[in-house]
């Protein structure tokens, strides 16, 4: 019913820039809280940042300063900016979104299928 697509990763070298995208379609009635995740080999998944409704944002402490996440309401499209990029910023990306349908207005949890970032030292 909605499906959330990631473009934008890729390989970098150290210090380098990528913007993540996530792109929602379906019968979207609104998308409440949005966010980026990360799974590293071996590791479990973190949060990397999030988004609410209200424009609130929260970052793990590991990107503050770095990592920048927007929305554009209007194509139903959150980003994710990378900058100063880390080789422990490799891992696989993934969006997530609270995301409320029609016609009944009620709210799932979705997620993207992941895109691939690897940060070379």
């Known amino acids: 019913q909605v499906q959330l697509v990631e473009s934008g990763g890729g390989l970098v070298q150290a210090g380098g820039s990528l913007r993540l995208s996530c792109a929602a379609s379906?019968?979207?009635?609104?998308?409440?809280?949005m966010g980026w995740y990360r799974q590293a080999p071996g590791k479990q998944r973190e949060l990397v940042a999030t988004?609410?409704?209200?424009?609130?944002?929260n970052y793990a402490d590991s990107v503050k300063g770095r990592f920048t996440i927007s929305k554009d309401n209007a194509k139903n499209t959150v980003y994710l900016q990378m900058n100063s990029l880390k080789p422990e910023d490799t891992a696989v990306y993934y969006c997530?979104?609270?995301?409320?349908?029609?016609?009944?207005?009620?709210?799932?949890?979705?997620w993207g299928q992941g895109t691939q970032v690897t940060v070379s030292s």
């Open positions: 997530n979104a609270f995301v409320r349908t029609w016609p009944t207005t009620l709210g799932y949890d979705y």
């Open positions: 988004l609410t409704s209200g424009a609130s944002t």
């Open positions: 379906g019968s979207i009635f609104s998308m409440d809280a």
